[in-house]
């Protein structure tokens, strides 16, 4: 996992985590979204905390440990997810209400998969299901978005909560949706109307999800 100080191991069954990979990420920056692709290799990405005023970037960190900036001139880069073939990486910028669509093997390659542009919700974290539909939970939309491969809106998930965060799917099938959420920016008269945000969320969507790849290093 990629923390303040660090690329780190977590052992959830004793609640230790060790920071193995130092590094200092610049003053004002924090890691935001990652995920392990089919190769082993950990993708993970940092905004600039005030906002993305500044550019951020996303890196990946191979099994021998080499960590290579592979993206950067992202606001607030999110989602950081792959297909089920691993040949698509989609990222969004939560400050352009974009998500993108990368060629894995050549990230120079890439297409406007999906936009919010015109509402108030902004994308944020992902997670891909075993048919390989795209799942994005939307910041400011009380939503949670299932999109097909070639970016269509296929389903809406009503969230109690304004503010969702990120998704990912689990349980003894994979077969739940767990969503994440905030109440961070939120007025004491918007948290009063929604005594749940901050809370997580267990969904079921009728598909299931995909196992995740296991860092190689």
Known sequence: MATEKGLALADPGKGVVKVVRPYDLGEGFRTNDGKIDMAGRFWWSVMDDDGGKRPGSVFRTDPGGTTTRVLTGIHIPNTVSFSPDGATLYMA?????????????????????????????????????????????????????????????????????????????????????????????????????????????????????????????
Not at 116 to 144: C, F, H, K
Not at 187 to 202: H, I
Request: charged share 25%; hydrophobic share 40%.
């Open 93 to 217: 910028d939560s400050k352009l209400q974009t998500l993108f669509a990368h060629e894995t093997a050549d990230l120079s390659k890439v297409r406007e998969f999906a936009h919010t542009r015109g509402t108030e919700a902004s994308p944020d974290g992902s997670a891909v299901d075993a048919e390989g539909y795209l799942w994005n939970a939307q910041w400011g939309g009380w939503r949670i978005v299932r999109y097909s491969p070639d970016g269509k809106v296929d389903r809406i998930v009503r969230m109690p909560v304004e503010q969702p965060t990120s998704c990912a799917f689990g349980g003894p099938d994979l077969s739940t949706l767990y969503v994440t959420s905030a109440w961070d920016e939120l007025s004491d008269e918007a948290r009063a109307k929604q005594p749940l945000a901050g809370g997580l969320f267990a969904i079921d969507v009728g598909v299931k999800g995909l196992p995740l790849p296991v860092f190689e290093g």
